[in-house]
């Protein structure tokens, strides 16, 4: 079992940064697993945002966020980063982290290769 929390979400003005912190717990081989953010606006599915392949060395991104976000990963603090920059107020939405189903599976931008879920964090952009 994986226990995934997040953090580092907050209200916002346009153009400004905020950085997100997942921290995993309940599973020592966390170094094995793609890890990958999403989010979900209300009335909208959950999209993927960015995804880190498990040594780091690969990273993927919603084409909308390339170039303003980036995300990194911590092995031995088993946490996984979002930093956001440039924030735009579409960027509003709850961020949730998630682990990879597969150890040292490919990113994927599907919701269902992903088996274990952070509650999620709310992150609201004001223009």
């Known amino acids: 079992q994986v226990q995934l929390v997040e953090s580092g979400g907050g209200l916002v003005q346009a153009g400004g940064s905020l950085r997100l912190s997942c921290a995993a717990s309940?599973?020592?081989?966390?170094?094995?697993?793609?890890m990958a953010w999403f989010r979900q606006a209300p009335g909208e599915e959950r999209e993927f945002v960015a995804g880190?392949?498990?040594?780091?060395?690969?990273?993927y991104y919603l084409d909308s966020v390339k170039d303003r976000f980036t995300i990194s990963r911590d092995n031995a603090k088993k946490t996984v980063y979002l930093q956001m920059n440039s924030l735009k107020p579409e960027d509003t939405a709850v961020y949730s982290c998630?682990?990879?189903?597969?150890?040292?599976?490919?990113?994927?931008?599907?919701?269902?290769?992903?088996?274990?879920w952070g509650q999620g964090t709310q992150v609201t952009v004001s223009s």
């Open positions: 998630a682990v990879g189903r597969t150890q040292y599976g490919a990113v994927s931008r599907a919701n269902d290769e992903y088996d274990y």
């Open positions: 309940g599973r020592t081989t966390f170094s094995r697993y793609a």
């Open positions: 880190i392949n498990w040594s780091g060395r690969s990273t």
